[in-house]
């Protein structure tokens, strides 16, 4: 029976090796897998035969079998692209994909967008991550990434805010619509949008009433005004800026308010003009408009709306917040890559694709944002590659060589020892 054991130990040996050699041979074979995790063999001894029974001792090995497989979930090295879609985890944690089988996860983050908008796999599995609402502001809704309409609405100039010096040297006026230029103190022009998206120049003309008081006076040329005449002025808001003695906004008084444009705008439209917050308004009057002793000036100038206007570019941030830009110039955020995080990433299944889906060791996928509660950080234009170390694995090829051909060795010196055997009746 020693003999015929000794058969039984070798081929364990080459059944572990060869099983030891297939590992290696799948690292090497995935050095350029994108984001691909190697794994490592490991062995164990086959349950030993006690020649003194219960008492332990003198205990004769039964060979060698593959153990477990273990994955090794060291960070690979992260590879610059051009592609505005490839995203690279630095860190823990995996990309959710919506696949056949269910919830897939995946370190491969070579995306790109398909004729639908969605966000998807080079297999065509939908990425998933945090939707936006109308405001481009970035919810919790957990959902499929899609690009969405590529145009945007109209949105209607609803404020305008100004900070600027009115110079207190300024000689009183009385303000003259039919002359505004010449009965004004100072003058300049905001660009504004009515409901339909149609930009309106709106002049604004100043003219000092008093000591510390400004008027303003917001008018538009008759050929954008329903029933005006081009080339004349219409008013359509104005009122009164009240400074303190140090030159502060005190107060800003409102007068009428109401923007009547034509060929399609909605008659009425209201825009808030204002010039920072005043003192009456719980502000310092530091950061407001003023009235000093230097020459009248405008330091800037804002308003709220916007024309219609189509997709122009896009893409992400190393938030993996995937923004879009407008041929407007407004940009709004669409969507932000969702990031599931395991309590162990070794227990997870693969089922190839570079996917892997949840399993009884592994727990279930808690998904959140990036860089949220353990989670890595998602950097743009960037793919993580393979974390095999070809030296490494080239030297475990020459160790799973060597210990086939040693068990190798075991059977055929066994079985000369039994041909010696069935030599003995000769």
Do not use: C
Not at 70 to 93: F, V, W
Not at 97 to 103: E, L, S
Not at 177 to 187: A, G, K, L, V, W
Not at 400 to 405: D, E, I, P, S, V
């Amino acid at each position: 029976m020693g003999i015929l054991r000794s058969f039984q130990i070798g081929v364990s040996g080459l059944q572990a090796a060869g099983s030891g050699m297939g590992v290696v041979g799948d690292n090497i074979a995935n050095a350029g897998t994108t984001g691909f995790k190697g794994s490592r063999a490991e062995f164990q001894d086959v349950l030993a035969t006690s020649l003194k029974g219960i008492d332990g001792g003198d205990q004769m090995g039964a060979g060698t079998k593959i153990a477990h497989i273990k994955p090794m979930m060291s960070q690979g090295d992260i590879a610059r692209t051009e592609s505005m879609t490839d995203l690279a985890i630095n860190g823990n944690g995996y990309f959710q994909v919506d696949a056949p089988f269910g919830k897939g996860y995946t370190r491969d983050g070579s995306f790109h967008f398909d004729k639908e908008g969605y966000l998807i796999t080079g297999d065509g599995y939908r990425v998933q991550g945090f939707a936006s609402n109308d405001k481009g502001e970035i919810t919790n809704k957990l959902e499929a990434i899609r690009l969405g309409n590529t145009t945007i609405p109209a949105s209607a100039t609803e404020n305008v805010e100004v900070s600027m010096n009115l110079d207190s040297r300024a000689e009183v006026k009385q303000f003259n619509p039919e002359n505004p230029d010449e009965t004004s103190n100072f003058s300049h022009s905001v660009t504004v949008y009515d409901n339909v998206g149609t930009a309106r120049v709106v002049s604004l003309y100043y003219n000092k009433t008093g000591n510390n008081t400004f008027e303003y006076h917001a008018m538009v040329d008759g050929k954008d005004a329903a029933g005006g005449e081009e080339g004349k002025m219409i008013e359509m808001a104005n009122g009164t800026l009240v400074f303190n003695d140090k030159g502060r906004l005190q107060e800003e008084q409102v007068g009428s308010n109401s923007f009547n444009f034509n060929n399609g705008a909605t008659p009425g439209q209201n825009i808030k003009f204002s010039w920072g917050e005043s003192i009456a308004e719980g502000g310092d009057g530091l950061q407001a408009s003023t009235q000093y002793g230097s020459g009248s000036a405008v330091a800037r100038h804002t308003q709220d709306g916007s024309s219609a206007a189509t997709l122009a570019s896009m893409s992400f941030s190393d938030e993996g917040i995937l923004t879009a830009v407008y041929n407007n110039g407004e940009d709004r955020d669409v969507a932000q890559i969702g990031i599931a995080k395991f309590e162990n990433n070794e227990g997870l299944f693969k089922v190839g694709k570079n996917l892997a889906k949840e399993s009884k060791n592994s727990g279930q996928a808690a998904v959140g944002k990036p860089g949220e509660a353990g989670r890595g950080e998602v950097l743009a234009k960037s793919l993580e590659l393979s974390n095999v170390d070809i030296a490494n694995e080239f030297v475990n090829l020459m160790t799973a060589q060597r210990n086939f051909q040693a068990s190798a060795k075991t059977i055929t010196t066994s079985d000369q020892m039994l041909q010696e055997v069935l030599q003995l009746k000769r």
